[in-house]
């Protein structure tokens, strides 16, 4: 936490992240298109995945500011933001490492464990995040990590149904 930049612009500045993410989001979709066997008619759902990506990046920001403001953590918003922003990377790695792995053809037992333990190893590290950046109780933080967690299925329910049409 003392090497974030915990100002405004660096909380803005910070969103680079998603731009360091986006090659290992896209191949993540390609991974996921593939085993799905659909190639014909990618342009819609790449445009609904696309737009899904910035909504993800943008809209948990901005729904917990308010969240936190109300416990009297508004002045550390922007640190928890950078936080929020840079172990995004951290968990992209994560996933793209187990996707590699998974396409390289690991017993699906073994799959099905990694799988799990980089689910459980990207919730912990957002809660351990929030905790670290805000300042606030283990339950603080975990209502936090839900409302992600909610927002993202939210984006992945409206992301499918662009696609569709």
Avoid: K
Wanted: with cysteine; proline share 4%.
């Amino acid at each position: 936490m003392a090497l974030m930049e915990s100002s405004p612009a660096g909380a803005l500045r910070s969103f680079v992240a998603a731009a360091i993410c986006l090659p290992a989001f896209l191949g993540l979709r390609l991974f996921s298109w593939s085993a799905l066997g659909g190639e014909d008619g990618l342009l819609r759902p790449l445009a609904a995945e696309l737009t899904g990506y910035v909504y993800g990046w943008v809209l948990f920001a901005l729904v917990c500011l308010p969240v936190i403001a109300g416990w009297g953590r508004a002045a550390l918003w922007p640190r928890f933001l950078v936080a929020w922003n840079w172990i995004s990377v951290v968990q992209y790695l994560a996933q793209i490492l187990l996707a590699l792995l998974l396409l390289a053809g690991l017993p699906t037992l073994l799959g099905q464990g990694l799988t799990l333990a980089v689910v459980g190893y990207s919730l912990w590290l957002e809660w351990f995040m929030a905790r670290a950046a805000l300042g606030i109780s283990g339950g603080r933080a975990v209502g936090l990590v839900a409302l992600d967690v909610a927002l993202g299925l939210f984006i992945a329910s409206f992301v499918q149904r662009l696609s569709l049409g």
